[in-house]
């Protein structure tokens, strides 16, 4: 679970750069809006992620 899950993050990270590239590159903002909304599922994702693996912890712990 674990490497699907990290593979995905640096997959979605990756397209972020690349649009953030691709905006620098051609001054278009659409490039810039794709990455800045790529970047921000990515961090949602990363912290539901995380939040689940606290929460099981805790659960664990008890």
Known sequence: MMVVFRVVMF?????AVLSFIAYAFT???????Q??????WAVI????????????????AQ
Do not use: C, M, P, T
């Open 11 to 15: 997959l979605l990270f990756g397209a």
């Open 27 to 33: 001054s278009n903002k659409r490039y810039l809006n």
């Open 35 to 40: 990455g800045i909304l790529i970047l921000k």
């Open 45 to 60: 994702g990363g912290l539901v992620f995380f939040g689940v693996l606290i929460a099981e912890g805790f659960f664990r």
